[in-house]
C-alpha cells in the first residue's frame, strides 16, 4: 500500500529534551515536505527536500533541522524543543514539487 | 506576503443540498489550485485539483476557476454526511500556499 509514515503518532516532552520525528514513504517521490498546522494559522511549511541531499527552509524553519540520507526518509529534528514548537504535524511527498501532496498521519507534540 | 483566504466556516448544509466552498489567492502567479479534504483528526487528502479557467468535474465535486478574479471554488453536489470535514484549498505560484480551511457539515 502506498503510504507516507510518520512516527510517533503522539509525543509529549519537556522544553529543552531533543526529539526525532521520522517520515517514510514508499512510493519512490523524490520530493518530501514538513508542515505544521496551528488553529487559524493552516498549514505552514517548515522544510522541504527535492531529492537526496537537497533540503531547503520553508516559511517556519528556526528551531527545526532535517536531513535526506535517502530517498525514503526525511527526519524532523528539534533540537531544543520549546512549548511555541506544541503543534501538529505533517509529512508529505509527491512526484515533483509541492504539487498532489500524500501526507503523513501526524505528529500530535506537546512540549511542556 | 501571498495569502490564500478562506471563510472559516462552519457552513452547514441539510443532506442533499449542493454545499458551496470558496477561497480567494493573492498572488496573480498562481498557476495551479488544490483542494484538500481533511477529517477531524486525521491527514489532508487531496480531491481535486485545477490548473486552467472554467469548470472541472469529478463525480460529485466541481472546481471552479476564475483567474482574473483570483477566487477557487468547490461545489459538492447532493452532499453527505460523510463529507463533513474541513476543506483545505491551496494555490500554487512558486510554492504551495494554504488557507486556513473551511469547516464543512452536512446535516442529515
Known amino acids: 500500500e502506498a503510504q507516507v509514515t510518520q512516527n510517533p503518532r503522539y509525543l509529549i516532552t519537556v522544553t529543552g529534551k531533543k526529539l526525532t520525528v521520522t517520515c517514510s514513504q514508499n512510493m519512490n517521490h523524490e520530493y518530501m515536505s514538513w508542515y505544521r498546522q496551528d488553529p487559524g494559522l493552516g498549514l505552514r511549511q517548515i522544510y522541504y527536500s527535492m531529492n537526496v541531499e537537497v533540503t531547503d527552509k520553508g516559511d517556519v524553519p528556526e528551531g527545526y533541522k532535517v536531513s535526506r540520507k535517502e530517498k525514503r526518509n526525511f527526519p524532523l529534528i528539534l533540537e531544543s524543543p520549546s512549548p511555541n514548537q506544541t503543534s501538529l504535524y505533517f509529512c508529505?511527498?509527491?512526484?515533483?514539487?509541492?504539487?498532489?501532496?500524500?501526507f503523513g498521519s501526524g505528529t500530535q507534540l506537546s512540549v511542556l | 506576503q501571498k495569502e490564500v483566504e478562506q471563510n472559516s466556516g462552519p457552513l452547514s448544509v441539510p443532506e442533499g443540498a449542493i454545499a458551496s466552498l470558496n477561497c480567494t489567492y493573492s498572488?496573480?502567479?498562481?498557476?495551479?489550485f488544490f483542494w484538500y479534504r481533511q477529517y477531524s483528526g486525521k491527514s489532508p487528502e487531496l480531491i481535486m485539483f485545477?490548473?486552467?479557467?472554467g469548470d472541472k468535474e469529478d463525480g460529485r465535486f466541481t472546481a471552479q476557476l476564475n483567474k482574473a478574479s483570483q477566487y477557487v471554488s468547490l461545489l459538492i453536489r447532493d452532499s453527505q454526511p460523510s463529507d463533513s470535514a474541513t476543506y483545505l484549498c491551496a494555490a500554487q505560484g512558486g510554492k504551495l500556499i494554504f488557507g486556513q480551511g473551511t469547516e464543512l457539515s452536512v446535516k442529515p
Open positions: 498572488d496573480r502567479g498562481s498557476q495551479s
Open positions: 485545477i490548473y486552467s479557467n
Open positions: 508529505a511527498s509527491s512526484y515533483g514539487g509541492d504539487e498532489k501532496l500524500f
